[in-house]
């Protein structure tokens, strides 16, 4: 069984940045594909951004692409959001997701972490 562990997120004000960490417990063939996703209150939790083992950063929301950096550190097990130029549509519970591909889709991802919150205000 695959743990994520998330940890960064917090309060910020427009144009600020963050960089949210996702740690995961073990890397296996299901965890092939690390992936950020958020969900506003009253709102479906969407896709943000994800990475390949290899280290490929893929699946930029369009609304993150340019802001949004996502990248990996395989040897930590680590996987990293880095955010910049936040906006308060940004505010949201930030999820860390593993899954065996890098799908578009949250459902094709087997393991959730708790989750870690960002809020962007003045």
């Known amino acids: 069984q695959v743990q994520l562990v998330e940890s960064g997120g917090g309060s910020v004000q427009p144009g600020g940045s963050l960089r949210l960490s996702c740690v995961a417990s073990?890397?296996?063939?299901?965890?092939?594909?690390m992936g950020w996703f958020r969900q506003a209150p009253g709102k479906e939790r969407e896709r943000v951004a994800a990475i390949t083992i290899g280290g490929r950063p893929t699946n930029y929301a369009a609304s993150v692409k340019g802001r949004f950096t996502i990248s990996r550190d395989n040897a930590k097990n680590t996987v990293y959001l880095q955010m910049n130029s936040l906006k308060p549509e940004d505010t949201a519970m930030y999820y860390c997701a593993a899954g065996t591909w890098c799908s578009l889709a949250a459902a094709d991802f087997g393991y959730w972490g708790q989750g870690t919150q960002v809020a962007v205000s003045s």
């Open positions: 073990q890397y296996t063939y299901s965890t092939g594909c």
